[in-house]
């Protein structure tokens, strides 16, 4: 079992609907959940981090986390063209541990 | 704030070279974490740096080091180089506050891209 697991998609999305990645961990002890978006060629951004259980919201971007069920999810909103890229989840178990990434999940927009 | 630098960003080398690569971390930020993303292995964590001290280790052979300076800038050394090494290597830089939460979110750089022929 992958320590960090996405379904690699593509996922397709209309343009304006509501985009839904979804992740699980294995580790119970995780702490830190953040999701990040890679665009082809480049380096990972980070677009959302999440400690407690619930959602955090910013703009667009909506974080969920259920540690019960070791699930992590994100909601992107009204998407558009430029969100289409690849959504890596990652999880720590403390700010001493190494961040585990998954393998992503690729996204695509369709207009 | 400037944000994470490496260099260079693109290099070409023949098997059995070996190859350093540098990372600068954003402005005081004193962790720097070095991954390796190919297309078939995603993202695979090689080693963090904190303090000058190697604090985590990923499962790449000995060929892989690094060390980091009393700056916080880092290099990577890859010895003996496969063709198999050929990737993108990334570094990525935090503050690693001991307490959460926050502080170990990691901020990457663009990436140095590594052709092994």
């Known amino acids: 079992q992958k320590e960090v697991e996405q379904n690699s998609g593509p996922l397709s999305v209309p343009e304006g609907a509501i985009a839904s990645l979804n992740c699980t961990y294995s580790d119970r002890g995780s702490q830190s959940f953040f999701w990040y978006r890679q665009y082809s060629g480049k380096s990972p951004e980070l677009i959302m981090f999440?400690?407690?259980?619930g959602d955090k919201e910013d703009g667009r971007f909506t974080a969920q986390l259920n540690k019960a069920s070791q699930y992590v999810s994100l909601l992107i909103r009204d998407s558009q063209p430029s969100d289409s890229a690849t959504y890596l989840c990652?999880?720590?178990?403390?700010?001493?541990?190494?961040?585990?990434f998954g393998s992503g999940t690729r996204l695509s927009i369709r207009p | 704030k400037a944000g994470v630098t490496q260099t260079p960003r693109y290099l070409i080398k023949t098997r059995g070279q070996q190859v350093t690569l540098s990372c600068s971390p954003i402005?005081?930020?004193?962790?720097v974490s070095w991954y390796q993303q190919t297309p078939g292995q995603g993202l695979q964590f090689l080693f963090e740096?904190?303090?000058?001290?190697?604090?985590n280790k990923g499962n790449f052979p000995g060929r892989f080091s690094g060390r980091q300076f009393s700056n916080s800038r880092s290099e990577m050394n890859v010895s003996t180089l496969e063709l198999g090494d050929s990737a993108l290597y990334l570094c990525a830089s935090s503050l690693r506050r001991k307490a959460l939460p926050g502080g170990n979110e990691q901020f990457f750089g663009p990436g140095t891209r590594l052709t092994v022929l």
């Open positions: 999440i400690y407690s259980n």
């Open positions: 402005s005081g930020h004193r962790s």
């Open positions: 990652a999880v720590s178990r403390s700010s001493a541990s190494k961040i585990i």
């Open positions: 740096y904190f303090s000058e001290t190697q604090r």
